[in-house]
């Protein structure tokens, strides 16, 4: 570090340097406190958006049910999808891209730290914002998709509030998948040459490449719905202009938007496996392009959402092909895995409980999936909830089971305390069964001809007895996510310390202390290997059998102390910072002040949200203290 | 971890997806008036019989997959923590094949799904054809009969329920005035959006006659769920006498308070052949014939003087309804009770 002091005050403001307590938290700038946060933060918002879920099974569980209004049950259920998707899924992603991403690349921290801190300030102020709605009871209430025209021509604040809010969360994906990209092509560790990196950040890469390209095409169709709904415009709403285009726009986010959703997911089961079956990864560079793969025909799918639509046989055929397609490498990705647990030494741990999870559930959300490319018969799935069934298989069965195996496989390393295992069985096992219960029986109801999104059925349909079986289903997971909660507190105090190393890792994490110190390595680590902490314990024989160095030859090898010991002397770490918090605080005042044509409320946010990227430009990363 | 564990979680795993399997076989046996697996026209046959044999390839795979994952579950638990499995890296054999495979399994799924793509997208041609234009409105379907013109110009238009013929193709060109609505007799055919600046083509026959129950399936706001609708067909010389019959106006009601009130407030929105109308504006139903449909607010009442009544009282403690900007819907017009009582009687008397 130079001696001589860089920094000037040229904020107004002393720099926050509380350690411990709230500001603490306010000011962090630090990559795994910020992943906490996203993490702790998506969990509250997977509460609520499950209680809206049971207050939606609770009105279906009979015919004619009463327990909601018409409007309450289409708020609902638009802000449960809009919830799971954009404030659980997204986020419980992006808590593991901050927290693990960089420490799997062996760096200290992600490339621009501020500019991380101002996305998860950002990200809660969207949710905040999206949320306060219902205290006006005006939820956004036309879908997550927001078809035009209904989303133009929709009465009450609902769906102005649905387009400023995913324009907020929009901005603090684009921002932190551009950090991500960064970081990942500029801040690995020496040695960690592209096809080194662990499968969980080459999955990472692909997902913000996605994002950074996605999020554009969505935010253009956001503001043309503001801007119909509050300036008058005419880009979707009226019959000169052309409803179908916010369609086309919206699914060419939606598709890449499903993969966005998925594959942390798939990076996580693909690091899990290895390690619970003492094998590496089967086909580790067939995985990673058939990621890649997946990416690049995710593009050229988009209006498989949209065979009833009328866009001609033409057009129906080009996607319904291009949908069978990708269903190939997707595939491809589940055979891998299956060829990893073959001739493995399998431990039936929880992380690999849910990893297995995953694979059985997305294997039948990946079947369902290729029948709705049968077009034909697409038109009579689609609306149903047959649709409903297959992307709770692949949302419900893949991300969230396979983002549960990376919670409890990361959580000794994030909290330095194991899960108890027998609660986590108990929790896995009531999620299976719940999950089946509730989702199965949709395939059933859809094909019976139930319809999506309707508030009530009436009897005499063949509809009662599946949607009762449901909701008790429902009423499973919502035990089994109390079970985890259990478990949390449980452990919390009596937990069984976990040791840097708990479960025979593969990967640089588990080289160092749990929870890792702020700069998570004293001393960079150089890597060697694919899955080079697992070289530095073991060696294969000439048969390819397993043999673990011991310890005295680790270091003979040559390697094996690296990441370990030296001393943390003189690491400097990027400072705390107020800004990114006061940038992001401004966003919701400028949408409740354009929501309630308050302009005056929308100057002050858009002031307060410029002073801070003002200032944030003005000081230094790191400030010299004294 | 113990073979007893592995035992116990192996059971569970099998137990769980046979429940799955379970789930869906038992389905095909139920009877449901939308179900899409007891197809009765020829375009919804069609679809069934591309979806049948891609759900049982969906099963073999399913059970062939899962199996392998259960299998290797099973047979590669650990024993002991002394394990040493042998380090397999991958194999290009094994990846060729495993993407070789479901491509040409793809393919074979894909030959007929686009023949039959082609198939349904083709316009029904000849003299029998009926044409009809379905068009869809917050929260009710009309029906505009195009082949069918009225003595005094224009052509019959009903509402909730479609007559048609059977044995004879009916081309319907589906669109909307407000929102996007979809259309769908599942036992007929497939669905087709309904939107608003759009043409959009979709036929269907029905061999048998009978009552094929439908719905709205594109949420369109407040009353989705309450936009149903059926399919009525009939045979052939069934159908030609309910044209005629629908072609005749309306007979004059006896009562002049009644016309007064059609006049002032229901001719705002409805009409009523050879007495008046909204200018021709069409944003409710023509009621010239309203006793003769079973059903109707968009096929969720049982046509009979009692839910007249009430609806008339007070439509939307029937039926969700809101203001909407495309034009006002129904509301509560503070009749009184013998108001109520004429128009029950004139509008049940209405075959
Ligand atoms: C307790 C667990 C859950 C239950 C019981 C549940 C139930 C439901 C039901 C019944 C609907 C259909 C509502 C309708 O069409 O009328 C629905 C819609 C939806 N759910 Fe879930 N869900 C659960 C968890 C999840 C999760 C974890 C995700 C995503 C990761 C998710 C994503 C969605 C989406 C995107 C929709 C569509 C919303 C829309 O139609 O706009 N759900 N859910
Ligand atoms: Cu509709």
Same mark, same amino acid.
């Given at each position: ?34 992943? !906490? ?5 998506? =969990? ?89 709605? /219902? ?108 409803? !179908? ?20 997911? =798939? ?8 390690? @619970? ?47 069978? /397609? ?21 431990? @039936? ?54 983002? @549960? ?33 509730? /989702? ?22 063949? /509809?009662? @007895? ?161 | ?156 238009? %009903? ?13 319907? %060109? ?39 129950? #439908? ?44 016309? *007064? ?12 052949? #050879? ?7 069409? %944003?409710?139903? *023509? ?65």
């Amino acid at each position: 570090m130079t001696t001589a002091s860089v920094a000037q005050r040229s904020s107004a403001f002393a720099r926050p340097t509380a350690k411990t307590g709230v500001w603490s938290w306010m000011t962090t700038v630090d990559h795994k406190r910020i992943g !906490i946060m996203y993490g702790v933060t998506a =969990m509250v918002f997977f509460v609520l958006g499950g209680v809206e879920a049971l207050l939606i099974r609770l009105q279906l569980a009979t015919p004619e049910g009463q327990v909601l209004s018409a409007d309450q049950y289409n708020q609902l259920f638009t802000m449960h999808g809009i919830t799971m998707i954009f404030l659980v899924v997204m986020p419980l992603g992006a808590a593991f891209f901050n927290y693990m991403m960089p420490i799997m690349l062996g760096a200290r921290d992600v490339a621009f730290p501020r500019l991380n801190a101002f996305s998860y300030w950002a990200f809660l102020g969207g949710g905040i914002f999206m949320y306060s709605s /219902f205290f006006i009871n005006q939820a956004p209430d036309g879908g997550w998709f927001g078809y035009a025209p209904l989303s133009v021509k929709l009465p009450g604040h609902g769906m102005t509030v649905y387009a400023l809010g995913l324009i907020i969360l929009g901005i603090s994906s684009t921002v932190a998948a551009v950090n991500f990209l960064t970081t990942i092509v500029n801040m690995r560790a020496p040695g960690m040459s592209l096809m080194r990196m662990p499968v969980f950040v080459w999955m990472t890469f692909v997902v913000q490449f996605l994002l950074v390209f996605a999020l554009p095409v969505l935010t253009v169709a956001l503001f043309q719905l503001l801007f119909d709904r509050t300036l008058g415009t005419q880009f979707f709403g009226d019959s000169t202009s052309n409803p !179908i285009l916010w369609q086309h726009l919206f699914w060419l986010f939606g598709h890449p938007e499903v993969y966005i959703l998925i594959l942390p997911a =798939m990076g996580i089961v693909s690091e899990i496996l290895p390690v @619970f079956s003492k094998k590496p990864l089967f086909g580790y560079p067939v995985v990673v392009f058939s990621g890649i793969a997946i990416g690049f025909m995710g593009w050229g799918v988009w209006a498989h959402h949209m065979f009833a639509v009328g866009l001609g046989p033409v057009a129906n055929t080009a996607f319904a092909l291009s949908t069978m /397609f990708i269903a190939v490498p997707t595939g491809v990705k589940i055979f891998n895995w299956i060829g990893t647990l073959w001739g493995g030494s399998i431990r @039936f741990k929880t992380p690999m409980l849910f990893s297995l999870g995953f694979i059985a559930m997305f294997i039948i959300g990946g079947l369902s999936g290729v029948t709705h490319a049968i077009v034909p018969h697409d038109y009579q799935q689609t609306d149903t909830y047959y649709i409903v069934a297959h992307f709770h298989y692949v949302l419900f069965g893949g991300a969230i089971f396979g983002l @549960f195996a990376g919670i409890y496989y990361w959580w000794p390393k994030i909290t330095g305390k194991l899960l108890d295992e027998r609660v986590g069985r108990l929790h896995f096992w009531l999620m299976l069964i719940g999950f089946n219960l509730t /989702f199965a029986p949709f395939h059933i109801l859809g094909l019976q001809g139930m319809a999506r999104r309707t508030y009530q059925y009436p009897k005499n349909y063949g /509809f009662d @007895f599946w949607n009762l079986v449901s909701t008790v289903g429902a009423f499973v997971i919502a035990l089994s996510i109390l079970t985890f909660f259990w478990n949390v507190i449980k452990t919390r105090k009596r937990g069984e310390t976990a040791g840097a190393d708990p479960w025979d890792g593969r990967t640089l994490e588990w080289t160092i202390p749990s929870p890792p110190p702020e700069y998570n390595f004293a001393e960079i680590p150089v890597v060697h290997a694919l899955d080079d902490f697992w070289h530095r314990k073991y060696v294969e024989d000439k048969e390819g059998r397993l043999v673990p160095v011991p310890a005295g030859a680790q270091e003979a090898a040559g390697h094996a102390t690296e990441g370990y010991g030296g001393d943390d002397h003189g690491i400097h770490m990027p400072s705390q910072s107020y800004m990114p918090l006061i940038a992001a605080i401004g966003l919701p005042i400028v949408g409740w002040g354009i929501t309630f044509e308050q302009y005056w409320l929308a100057i002050v946010g858009g002031v307060v949200t410029f002073a801070g990227l003002y200032a944030w430009a003005l000081e230094p990363s790191t400030e010299e203290l004294h | 971890m113990t073979g007893r564990n592995a035992r116990r979680n192996l059971r569970g795993v099998w137990t769980a997806l046979l429940t799955v399997l379970g789930l869906f076989l038992v389905a095909c046996a139920k009877n449901a008036p939308q179900d899409t697996l007891a197809p009765v026209g020829p375009v919804a046959e069609q679809a069934d019989n591309l979806f049948r044999p891609v759900f049982w390839i969906a099963v073999v795979i399913f059970f062939l997959v899962e199996g392998a994952l259960v299998y290797a579950m099973w047979r590669f638990r650990r024993r002991s923590d002394a394990d040493a499995p042998k380090q397999v890296h991958g194999n290009t054999r094994l990846e060729i094949l495993w993407t070789i495979i479901p491509a040409v399994l793809l393919a074979a799924i894909g030959v007929p799904t686009v023949i039959t793509i082609f198939d349904v997208a083709e316009k029904p041609v000849g003299a029998n054809v009926v044409h009809v234009k379905v068009i869809g409105h917050q929260w009710w379907w009309e029906y505009e009969y195009l082949d069918v013109e009225l003595p005094g110009g224009g052509n019959l238009k %009903t509402a909730n329920e479609l007559v048609i013929p059977t044995g004879r193709w009916v081309d319907l %060109t589906v669109t909307s005035v407000d929102v996007i609505h979809s259309f769908w007799v599942p036992k007929l055919a497939g669905k087709q959006d309904a939107i608003p600046g759009k043409d959009n083509f979709i036929k269907l026959r029905a061999d048998q006659p009978g009552v094929y129950e #439908g719905q709205c399936a594109e949420y369109c706001a407040l009353s989705h769920a309450n936009m149903r609708l059926r399919v009525i067909a009939q045979p052939s010389a069934d159908f030609d006498n309910w044209v005629r019959g629908q072609v005749a106006p309306a007979p004059q009601p006896a009562d002049a308070q009644i016309v *007064d009130r059609f006049l002032n407030t229901c001719f705002q929105c409805h009409t009523l052949r #050879g007495i008046g109308s909204g200018g021709g504006a069409t %944003t409710g139903p *023509d009621l010239t014939h309203f006793a003769s449909r079973s059903m109707f607010a968009g096929s969720m009442l049982e046509t009979n003087a009692r839910n007249l009544a009430a609806w008339l009282d007070n439509p939307s403690s029937l039926k969700p309804l809101a203001d909407l900007p495309a034009g006002p819907t129904m509301r509560d017009y503070d009749l009184s009770q013998s108001e109520i009582d004429a128009l029950v009687a004139y509008l049940m008397s209405l075959e």
